[in-house]
């Protein structure tokens, strides 16, 4: 509907589109209409009062999809016709169901590059965010018509390796190898409060880089391969838990020695200079700082890798855009990055781009893999289970094992990605167990909990098909519902051009309120409007299902 108010809008004051759907507003009381226009913001283009303006416009604009248009001081007031919008978005959902909101506004290939757990560390539930975050805009440039490749880039080599293998060889080495991400991470935080202990432990620390880099040591460098291996192999079924997967893995090892070359290249070529025998890019004109390529033994930071893989992936993937998610911790070290790629001619087009996310912390404070102060994804995942599945068997006491363990997972997922995208990716979020686990509120939980009862309506209802249906009346309840229903593909179309699946969450969460709203105050089965109050219980699950779907959270069909 709110593109016909803009088309209309557009055809008879030649304003901007952009400019008219951003002024667009929802009124405050129902009596003031479905959508209103201030008409004093185009007293100055068309030189005319706003109250003029407003009634001049109430009375050039006929369409059957409004009941009326009238002017109210200087707004004009948009009355939707109801049964007009019931039929249109009805039959819109019904017949393009899993694609019922998709365009094709977008166009080209897109690179997005998300998770980026490091070998050596825990993957936290820190890294959900980021991943919920990429896997959920690579599903939204999807739906409008991008083509996505989606890409992760790991830290396997640097200090962090050196110190775990260091600590492992130094107080471990009787210790089996485990593919465990727990004893993984314990090793490199014990790592941290060992290195403190002595100074000389650094230098001990340092040439096992050197050594690392070289891979001159044989024995070093197969316990860096071995524990390497059994870092990447527990990613995979944490990925699969968390419905993503990738085109492509790249890996820091990778890109070492080409990031020393680039870094030497940009010596030769003044860009870069030596500073007490480390090489940098003095980027302080740009108000960027210092930022250090190769430290003074000549071992690589992952700056230069960065320039090395950003040249890799244009290479690899020929794309129109290029997006790095990552940490707000990393917000200075990737304008940097852009900065030395512009300096190089390597970002002529500026399609190579990066958007950050806050931290998650903990009740208790900050995250930190450093100290162990953090919740492996593992041990947590496992908890929320145990958690959801006592809930479950309070609904049905008789189910089964496996369901119980397929229901109790995605209901656990849903919990953990849920509050990790309703929020802008600016805010830090502070993540409460007991408030993600509930059924009731803005939760996971509780949409899936919202869908399962739509499902469940339409498997008691003997109305399987889609039928025809009439409408003696409509209520209150059920115009709020078809409204949001409506509102869907703009609502994905502004997350698409605001790398925002938080307006996505909240949009599935708020028809997931109308919902509830009209099943409280409606009856379904065996009223007078039973064909279309079917057929509107099936649009929402259509509609929730592919919101959540933009999320990378599953539907359950049974609670």
């Not at 030649?14 to 007293?43: H, M, R, T």
């Amino acid at each position: 509907m709110k593109e016909i108010i803009i088309r209309k809008l557009f055809e008879l004051t030649k304003i901007n589109k952009n400019k008219i759907s951003q002024l667009i507003e929802i009124p405050p009381l129902p009596e003031l209409g479905d959508y209103a226009f201030p008409c004093f913001v185009l007293a100055n283009e068309l030189k005319k009062n706003p109250l003029e303006i407003a009634d001049n416009l109430a009375k050039k604009i006929h369409s059957s999809e409004f009941e009326k248009v009238e002017a109210k001081g200087p707004y004009l007031n948009f009355f939707i016709n109801r049964n007009k919008l019931a039929e249109k978005t009805l039959k819109s959902i019904l017949k393009e169901k899993d694609s019922y909101g998709s365009s094709k506004i977008g166009k080209g290939k897109t690179i997005i590059e998300f998770s980026q757990p490091n070998t050596h560390k825990a993957f936290h539930i820190g890294h959900v965010r980021g991943t919920s975050l990429g896997e959920s805009l690579s599903r939204i440039f999807e739906f409008q018509g991008v083509k996505v490749f989606r890409v992760n880039y790991s830290g396997d080599t640097g200090m962090h390796i050196a110190k775990w293998i260091w600590c492992y060889q130094r107080y471990h080495k009787n210790e089996k190898l485990k593919n465990d991400e727990s004893w993984i991470a314990e090793i490199y935080v014990d790592a941290i409060k060992r290195l403190s202990e002595s100074e000389n432990f650094q230098e001990e620390v340092e040439e096992i880089n050197r050594k690392i880099e070289s891979k001159e040591d044989k024995k070093i460098n197969e316990i860096w391969r071995q524990t390497r291996k059994l870092s990447i192999d527990s990613w995979k079924k944490i990925y699969q838990q968390l419905n993503t997967g990738f085109d492509k893995h790249y890996f820091e090892s990778e890109v070492e020695s080409s990031g020393k070359e680039i870094a030497e290249d940009l010596l030769k070529k003044g860009i870069a200079k030596k500073s007490d025998g480390a090489t940098i890019i003095d980027l302080q004109n740009f108000n960027l700082g210092i930022w250090v390529l190769l430290r003074k033994d000549g071992t690589v930071l992952y700056s230069a890798k960065d320039l090395a893989l950003a040249k890799k992936k244009k290479k690899d993937f020929q794309a129109d855009s290029y997006l790095v998610i990552v940490g707000d911790e990393q917000r200075l070290h990737f304008q940097q990055l852009i900065k030395t790629l512009e300096l190089m001619g390597e970002n002529k087009e500026k399609n190579y781009n990066f958007l950050t996310y806050a931290l998650v912390r903990l009740p208790t404070g900050k995250m930190s893999s450093r100290t162990g102060e953090n919740i492996l994804y593992s041990g947590f995942i496992s908890e929320l289970k145990n958690n959801l599945k006592n809930e479950i068997k309070k609904r049905e006491k008789s189910i089964s094992g496996k369901d119980l363990e397929k229901r109790s997972l995605k209901l656990a997922i849903a919990s953990m990605k849920y509050p990790m995208l309703k929020q802008d990716s600016n805010k830090v979020i502070v993540f409460d167990k007991s408030e993600a686990l509930s059924f009731e509120g803005n939760t996971g939980p509780y949409l899936l909990y919202t869908y399962a009862r739509a499902k469940s309506i339409l498997r008691k209802s003997e109305n399987k098909g889609t039928k025809s249906f009439k409408i003696e009346s409509f209520s209150d309840s059920e115009k709020n519902l078809m409204l949001n229903l409506g509102k869907f593909s703009e609502i994905t179309q502004q997350a698409y051009q605001n790398l925002a699946p938080n307006l996505i969450a909240n949009y599935s969460f708020q028809i997931s309120q109308a919902f509830n709203e009209f099943y409280h105050s409606s009856q379904v089965i065996g009223s007078e409007s039973e064909n279309f109050r079917i057929s509107l219980v099936r649009a929402f699950s259509q509609v929730l299902k592919n919101s959540l779907n933009l999320l990378g959270i599953e539907v359950l069909e049974k609670m």
